[in-house]
């Protein structure tokens, strides 16, 4: 029989990490909750056709990374590629959208891609969307929530803001327009990728990372030159009150995004910390996508971090973490030991529900729990044996210093013991 491996580019998010991931989920559930944001949970699977007329049908997305399959009836699902589109479907199908909105979600998400450092094909996101106020101090607000996160995870040195406006649906059309007509007089020498772009959706060229194309790009007309009166007054006001709030960022006139449905503001975040996979987090408007999938005109921003680029970056930076393991193991030679130390290790978790403990199962002398203790990475042993349950007391054994301090082994009563572990574990 063949060995049963994971799927290439889906993996398992082993003991070691997962401090790291619930450490960035229970920040980003804390920082969105203190800006007023709700959580909605949404479907995996949706109707493929969703996706194709939310994300667009010449996008890398659709074209070529959808996991899409005919459900046992014939209809055609797709494991979702992000979260935005499902989003605006719920809230369009359950009625959320007569008041504004501001919502978030997290989950897997699903694309065929090359697998390699921060790309997989089953990756996580947290979206964030908000619905029905269409001026940049809206546009503002998530940013400021972004760099609030940053703040929290201890992040903020490590990631830039990169900002721009793509305009209107107008203004990009007479843009698109002219940039078409100046790459049709380079077309050889665009990439493979940029030249099939050319016609169905140019304004993805822009963000080729082909070295040749970008220099092509550097004569080519500018976004800037073609944008609507509207779209550049809300720009630099955004700008004006991210100054405000001392948000730093820096203009790309280059940053397009890739789905179809943005307008106006777009942003990335971005880190030089991880080689080519460096956005961490992007965004931006798209007040025309809630009309476009059968809902009234609404207006609409948001954006979609990538969790495990996050968690590369935390581990990278070391951030500290409540690492996995426990604070106490409990070991107890002989069957009235047992008995005496699970009551007491009960009482003791009943009293201080954050204390991590670990009651040795499978019994062994004393100096097999002993060392099944130390390797269980515990700060302290407490240990019942026979001495003990004649007293009625309780050993407490040091096997690593807890906040820079190493307590001496003592024998004390049961009824000092809780005084005894909160000596140890005072936070
Ligand atoms: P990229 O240019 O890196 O492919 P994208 O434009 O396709 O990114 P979005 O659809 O905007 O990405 O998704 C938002 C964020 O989700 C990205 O900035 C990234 O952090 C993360 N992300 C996207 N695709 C993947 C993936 N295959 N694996 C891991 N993270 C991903
Ligand atoms: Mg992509």
Known sequence: MSELRAIRGMHDILPDETPYWQFLENTVATVLASYGYNEIRLPVVEKTALFKRSIG????????????FDDRNGDSMTLRPEGTAGCVRAA??????????????????????????????QFHQVGVESFGVAT??????????????WQQLGLTDCVELQLNTIGSVQARGAYRAALVEYL??????????????????????LDSKNADTQAILDDAPGLEDFLDEEA????????????????NFVVNRRLVRGLDYYNKTVFEWVTSKLGAQGTVCAGGRYDGLVQQLGG????????????????????????????????????????????????AVERIRGANPKLRIMQNTGGGSLKSQIKKADKSGAHVALIWAEDEVAAGSVTVKSLRES?????????????????????VFAH
């Not at 049908?57 to 899409?68: A, G, Q």
């Not at 546009?139 to 609030?148: K, N, Q, V």
């Not at 955004?238 to 948000?247: D, I």
């Not at 906040?403 to 005084?419: D, S, V």
Request: proline share 4%; net charge negative; hydrophobic share 40%.
């Open 136 to 149: 940049p101090d809206m546009d503002a607000e998530l940013i400021l929530m972004c760099a609030r996160l």
């Open 232 to 247: 550049r007054a809300d720009f630099s006001q955004l700008g004006e009150l991210l100054q405000v709030a001392g948000v």
């Open 184 to 205: 049709q007089g380079h077309v050889e020498a665009l990439d493979e990728d940029s030249q099939r772009r050319l016609l169905a959706n140019p304004l993805r060229i």
């Open 403 to 423: 906040n820079g301090e190493r307590i001496e082994q003592r024998t004390i009563a049961m009824g000092e013991l809780e005084q005894a572990l909160r000596g």
């Open 296 to 343: 009234k005109a609404t207006p609409a921003v948001g954006f979609a971090m990538g969790m495990e680029r996050l968690v590369l970056l935390l581990q990278e930076e070391k951030v500290a973490t409540n690492g996995p393991g426990i604070d106490v193991y409990a070991v107890a030679v002989g069957d009235e030991a047992y008995r005496m130390a699970l009551a």
């Open 57 to 68: 049908e010449v996008t890398d997305i659709v074209e070529k990374e959808m996991y899409t």
């Open 92 to 121: 369009i199908q359950q009625n959320l959208l007569s008041t504004a909105r501001r919502l978030w979600y997290t989950g897997p998400m699903f694309r065929y891609e090359r697998p390699q450092k921060g790309r997989q094909r």
